[in-house]
């Protein structure tokens, strides 16, 4: 009977979840008129990955230097920020005591603080609206420190760190953080907006 009792309790609960997961999941985004805003879109992996939403149907915001006003514009003209991917980014090598202090400061700027300044723009929008996506570009750098990689490497890792933090804090949008190869752009685009 006691036995009973608990196995109907545990479908009882399954089915609450069931019911409330719309309720606490994030919605599923679809890309075909959504609004994707895309730092470092000039070249590289920004660029291919802005190429692959847009033929998905995606409306496309590029920033890259010099085109901030832009996306004010496209801010305007295409609505709120349905997916933001950071992934402007810069590099350089060295051996730690080769290089200068400034060259630390400049890589998290760049690749950290950018990605903070673009993410914190976006949020508050994304969650009055339940929904969104933001996308980090790490590195395999940013998984383990790589030998001449001390200034480029910490900035992966605290973007990693980011997106943790970030997924925890918000639920109902995701973020995701992993890595890119050109010939699996297709199921990465999939992987992040489902
Ligand atoms: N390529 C790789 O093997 C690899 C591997 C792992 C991770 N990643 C990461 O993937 C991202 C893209 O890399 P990529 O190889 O495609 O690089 P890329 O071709 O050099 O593109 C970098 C992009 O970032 C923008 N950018 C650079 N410095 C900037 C700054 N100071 N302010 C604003 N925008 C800036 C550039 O735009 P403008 O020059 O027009 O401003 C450009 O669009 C980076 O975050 C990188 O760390 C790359």
Redesign the pocket.
């Known amino acids: 009977m006691l036995l009973l009792l608990a196995a109907a309790c545990v479908v009882a609960f399954v089915l609450l979840l069931y019911m409330v997961s719309p309720l606490i999941s994030p919605k599923p985004l679809k890309l075909p008129g959504a609004h994707v805003v895309v ?8 660029k291919c990955v802005a190429i692959e939403c847009y033929k998905q149907g995606a409306f496309i915001t590029l920033i ?2 010099n085109e901030v006003t832009f996306y004010m514009y496209a801010q305007e003209k295409l609505g709120p920020v349905d997916m933001l991917i950071n ?5 350089t090598t060295g051996k730690f005591e080769d290089l200068e202090v400034s060259c630390f400061e400049r890589l998290m700027a ?2 950290y603080l ?1 990605s903070v300044y673009a993410s914190h723009a976006v949020i508050a929008t994304m969650k009055e609206r339940r929904m969104g996506r933001i996308v980090f ?1 790490s ?2 750098a940013g998984q383990v420190g790589l030998f001449g990689y001390t200034a480029y490497s910490p900035t992966k890792f605290a973007l990693r760190g980011l997106a943790e933090a970030l997924q925890m804090e918000n639920q109902l949008i995701l973020s995701y953080v992993g890595s890119f190869s050109y010939s699996r752009r297709k199921k990465t685009m999939k992987t992040i907006v489902n």
């Open positions: 730092t470092g879109g000039s070249s590289g992996i920004g890259a230097r992934c402007a980014g810069t590099s760049v690749n950018g570009v590195s395999q």
